[in-house]
């Protein structure tokens, strides 16, 4: 069953600008983690916050995590060019042992910065 | 920075032929997944091993596919028969320690057309 859920699906703004992004998701998690995708390209983790942490920061990024909610954001601030991709959050499953044995990714927003 | 590398870039086969995708993860990580991402859509979980056994897979990872670790530094996905609905991009992944705990690495994936 899908857990991650990113919204916008899509998101073009000028450079210099900021963007956000959220993530909604069904299940408790441990960890929620943002990845980056260029086009045609692999992930590229880009943060990790977990349950009980409600926001980190990480250069120009910064996220939250609302667990009452469900929900996560990832800020981009002062957005660049370069920062057009596709972002994606993820989060853990419990296994039926009780470890977090994978991933599960939403399908992203993509992102685009027009200079 | 170690990287995840796959060979090939593109792999172009006949429906009903073997493939076999190959991964070197980084060389101190532990867990090993594979996941796909069919054009625009989400990026699925197919596979984690750990400890030379599959730890975790999804209802997409059948009889017709199996990983494998031969040699201590590849690691493989062979899908037997391929399917028209097996193109896809596949991504190799791995990290340190669980994914749910650690960042996943991933290499720059496998188009693969099956035609």
């Known amino acids: 069953s899908q857990q991650g859920e990113e919204d916008p699906q899509a998101l073009s703004i000028q450079e210099g600008e900021n963007a956000t992004m959220n993530c909604s998701y069904k299940?408790?998690?441990?960890?929620l983690q943002w990845y980056r995708q260029n086009s045609g390209r692999g992930l590229v983790h880009l943060i990790l916050i977990r349950s009980n942490e409600r926001e980190k920061h990480s250069g120009r990024l910064r996220v939250t995590l609302d667990t009452s909610k469900k929900s996560s954001s990832l800020l981009i601030t002062a957005s660049r060019a370069a920062d057009t991709a596709s972002y994606f959050c993820a989060t853990d499953l419990l296994s039926p042992q009780g470890g977090s044995e994978k991933l599960v990714f939403g399908k992203g927003t993509k992102l685009t910065v027009n200079p | 920075e170690p990287e995840v590398t796959q060979t090939p870039s593109h792999q172009v086969t006949q429906m009903g032929q073997e493939v076999i995708l190959r991964c070197v993860p980084i060389?101190?990580?532990?867990?090993f997944y594979w996941y796909r991402q069919i054009l625009g859509q989400k990026v699925e979980f197919l596979v984690s091993f750990y400890n030379n056994e599959i730890s975790e897979k999804s209802e997409i990872f059948d009889d017709q596919f199996s990983v494998e670790r031969p040699d201590g530094s590849n690691f493989t996905l062979k899908i037997r028969s391929t399917k028209l609905e097996d193109s896809a991009m596949y991504f190799c992944?791995?990290?340190?320690?669980?994914?749910?705990?650690?960042?996943?690495?991933f290499g720059n994936g496998t188009r693969l057309t099956v035609t």
């Open positions: 992944a791995s990290s340190l320690g669980t994914g749910a705990n650690s960042p996943l690495h």
């Open positions: 060389s101190n990580h532990l867990y």
């Open positions: 299940t408790s998690i441990n960890n």
